[in-house]
C-alpha cells in the first residue's frame, strides 16, 4: 500500500478478495464464528492483507482531511469520532493487529461514522461490499472464452 494513501488512488481488488473479506466481516459481525472459521481455513494467511485493504477502502475516504485553511470544515467532526472509537476498542481489549480485530475494527467504525444513529450496520457492509465489487469487476472483468 502506498505511504500516502490519501492523495494515492487504491488499485482496486479482485472480485474473490472483496468476497472472501465481506464474508468474514458480516459473519464476524453476526458472531457467526463457524463461517468466520471456515471463510478463513478456505482464505488462509492471505486473509489479513485482505482485511486491511478493505479497512483502507472504508476509513480513507471518510477521514481524509480537507483543506480549509486549517479551518474547521464540516467534516472536522470525524477526528473527534475517530478518536472515540479507537478509545472504545482500547477499552474493550481488542487486538488490533490479528484478523478478528481487523474485522471488528471495520464493523465499529461502520456502525460509529458510517451509519445514522447506529443504524443497520449489515446494511452499511452490504452496500460497502457492492462498492468494492463493482469497481473490483470494472478493473478486473470476467474473461470470456470462445467456444
Known amino acids: 500500500m502506498p505511504e500516502n494513501t490519501v492523495t494515492a488512488p487504491l488499485a482496486p481488488m479482485e472480485p474473490e ?19 468466520a472459521c471456515a471463510v478463513a ?3 488462509g494467511p492471505e486473509l489479513h492483507r485482505l482485511l486491511l485493504d478493505v479497512a483502507a477502502r472504508v476509513f480513507i475516504p471518510i477521514t481524509a482531511e480537507d483543506d480549509h485553511d486549517g479551518e ?6 470525524l477526528a473527534a ?8 476498542l482500547l477499552c474493550h481489549g481488542v487486538c488490533l493487529g490479528g484478523v478478528p480485530g481487523v474485522a471488528d475494527t471495520i464493523t465499529r467504525f461502520t456502525e460509529n461514522i458510517l451509519t445514522e ?8 457492509l452490504r452496500q460497502l461490499e457492492a462498492a468494492g465489487m463493482k469497481q473490483a469487476m470494472e478493473a478486473h472483468p470476467p474473461h470470456r472464452t470462445t467456444a
Open 117 to 124: 444513529d447506529h443504524g443497520d450496520v449489515a446494511d452499511v
Open 72 to 77: 474547521p470544515c464540516a467534516h472536522s467532526f
Open 81 to 88: 469520532a475517530l478518536g472515540r472509537l479507537l478509545l472504545e
Open 41 to 43: 481455513n478456505d482464505t
Open 17 to 35: 478478495d472483496v468476497a472472501a473479506a465481506f464474508a468474514y466481516i458480516r459473519a464476524m459481525q453476526a458472531d457467526d464464528i463457524d463461517t
